[in-house]
C-alpha cells in the first residue's frame, strides 16, 4: 500500500535526503510554501482525499480550517521539537495523530549560539562592514575574552546544558535559572543555579533555551531589560515569542543593552517566510505587522544579528529530522506512539 504524504516548507537542502534514501512505499508530494488557510485550498481534490500523512516546519499554521480539508489524514508530522503551529486539539478531535522531533539539532544550535555571541562580543559585524567600505575605526572594534564574562543560560534542558559544557570550556562563570537543577552541570562545569533576577542582574551574556508556552511567553520584556546590565548582550536561538520585541528594540536604541544575536523572532510566520506574504499580511493583526516591522528596524542595527531560524540549519542536522519523522511515521502506522505528542 503507497502512502500519500505532502511535504510543506520544503527547502532545498532536503533534496540530499531524498536523492539518498529509497522510499518506495510513499507516493511524496513536496512544497516550498507553508500549509496555511489559503495554500490548503490551492491543492487539488485528490490529494485532500488521498493524504494520509502530512509534514511541515514552524513556519505553517496547521488550525482546524486546514485541518478540515483533509478527508483522510491520519498523521501530522512537523520537522521540528515545537509544536505551537498546530492545534493540538482540533487534531485530538479528528484523531490525527501529531509527531515531531526531539532533540535532532542540539549541537547545530549550540554552535549557532556560540557564533553568535562571539560575532557580537568581538564586535566582527562591524570590522567586517568597515573592510568593505574601506573606512576604519579602531576604536570600534574593542571586544571583551570569553573567560571575563559571565553567562546566563535560561533552561538547561539539551540545548542549555551543552551551551554549559562549552562555556565552561571558554572557561566563563556560568549562571542558570530552570525549574529542575542539573546536578551533572553543576558538578562537571562550576554552573550555579540562581532566580532569574540575580541571572539578569550579574550576566554579560544572557541565552535563552526554553519552550514556548504561557509561562515562558515574553520573559524577556520592559521588566526585565531595567535590571540587565546595559553592557551585556541576549542571545535567542530558542522561540521569538520569549522576547517582547518592541521592548527589545527599545532597550536597543536607548543603549540600555548593548546588543543581540536572534535567530527567532515574534510572528517569524511573517517575518521569515516570502512565499504567500500578501495573504500573510493580511491573516495577521496590526500587533504582529508591527512586531515584523521592528525586526527589520532591528536588523539594520550594527550591533543586533538577526537571522531567519536556521540555528539548526546544518545538513547534518536536516538529514537527521528527516530520518528520525520517517521512523517515526513507519512506527506510528505499525501502531507505536514514537515522537507522537497527543
Known sequence: MTITILIFDYKKAEQNFFKKNRLDDYDIHFFEESLNETTVNNLPDDLLEETTVVS?????????????????LMILS??????EHIDIQECCNKKIKVLNVENYDSKAIVQYTFGLMITLIRKILIAERDVREFNFEYNS???????????GVIGTGNVGSEICRIAHAFGMKILAVDIRKNQEIIDKYEVEYTDKTALLQNSDVITLHV????QTRNIISKREFAIIKPSAIILNTSRGELINTADLYDAI?????????LDAMECEEIAFNTHNMTSKVKESNLEC???VFL?????????????????????????????????????CIQGGHTNQVN
Open 141 to 151: 572594534y574593542i571586544g571583551r575574552e570569553l573567560d571575563k564574562l559571565t553567562l
Open 295 to 331: 525586526t527589520r528596524r532591528l536588523a539594520q542595527l550594527d550591533n543586533v544579528i538577526v537571522t531567519p531560524r536556521v540555528a539548526y540549519s546544518t545538513q547534518d542536522s536536516i538529514d537527521r529530522i528527516l530520518e528520525t519523522m520517517f521512523n517515526s511515521i513507519e512506527d
Open 253 to 261: 536604541v536607548t543603549e540600555n543593552l548593548a546588543g543581540a544575536g
Open 211 to 214: 519552550p514556548l508556552n504561557e
Open 56 to 72: 511541515v516546519y514552524v513556519t505553517s499554521n496547521v488550525n482546524n480550517e486546514v485541518l478540515s480539508k483533509f478527508h483522510n
Open 78 to 83: 512537523t520537522r521540528s521539537s515545537g509544536y
Open 289 to 291: 505587522i508591527s512586531k
